[in-house]
């Protein structure tokens, strides 16, 4: 229950983070910090309008993917306390609850009928596939180092701060898990969520057609979704008291929040074509953490 908790404060801020680094890093003054959840209050004020075209699938996938997102948080452990949902293989339940969201997300873009958003569907499928076996690579070397096959009793028996090899093997983890996160919540440099083009957008042509309260549930579920990666990475380095983790995983939320926004600052986004060289570079990256752990 703490680490849900901790989870849904965090991404009230976690947003409004990446937005003020980005503002900073461009030396304007920009939207204050709370500035995400007041565009999302206004949403939940307006109506919504739905094509002629589309189906209750449309209807449903909003409510579907906030639902997933907010299952799979319930399943991040704090430390050694379990989530709200603790069970043997629940990182594989972790893992397909929120493929499931995605899958409503994709249907309901083909679903509008329009040509724009079934091509942002199968960008967005295509680059959630690419990004799995990285994922499951991460969480399969963690599980190779515990014995565990469980997120709240891999976090308890794995020490990162035990030897200089492993602080590296949770740092190297902790950036992977980062950067599927953005690949996940489609963010620079694989797409830019503040782009105009529909040809080149991914995510967001996806919800074009998405309007007021519908629309407030779906960017609600992409800051819960960061934060959650965030409440993940934390757990590779939580220790001591309770006080002391709740601040590490503050501090960690803010240095994933701070990197997003930098990284959105100095970084262009690649070339449409790079973006699956980019993907399976991680996948290549976790290949080399699995076998060092092997190894050692």
Known sequence: MLSFALIIVAALVFSGIITRTKSIC???KGPGLFQPLKDVARLFKKGTVYSKNTTIIFKLAPIVYL?????????????????????????????????LGKFFCIIAALDAGSSFEGMGASRESLYSMLAEPAFFLILGSLSLMSGCISFTQIFSNIDFYGNILGLGVGIVMAILLLLIAMIESSRLPIDDPKTHLELTMIHEVMILDNSGFDLGLILSAGYVKFAMYGALIAN??????????????????????????ATESFMARFRMVHNPEFIFSLTAAAFVVLFTIINY
Not at 68 to 83: D, E, Y
Not at 85 to 99: H, I, N, Q, R, T
């Open 26 to 28: 461009a030396g304007r």
């Open 67 to 99: 639902a997933s997102v907010l299952t799979a948080a319930a399943c991040v452990p704090f430390g050694g306390r379990p989530g709200l949902f603790s069970f043997e293989g629940d990182f594989v339940f972790f893992a397909y609850v929120l493929a």
């Open 236 to 261: 590779f380095f939580i220790i001591g008291s309770l006080p002391l983790a709740i601040g590490i995983f503050a501090l960690v939320q803010l240095v994933c929040a701070v990197t997003i926004g």
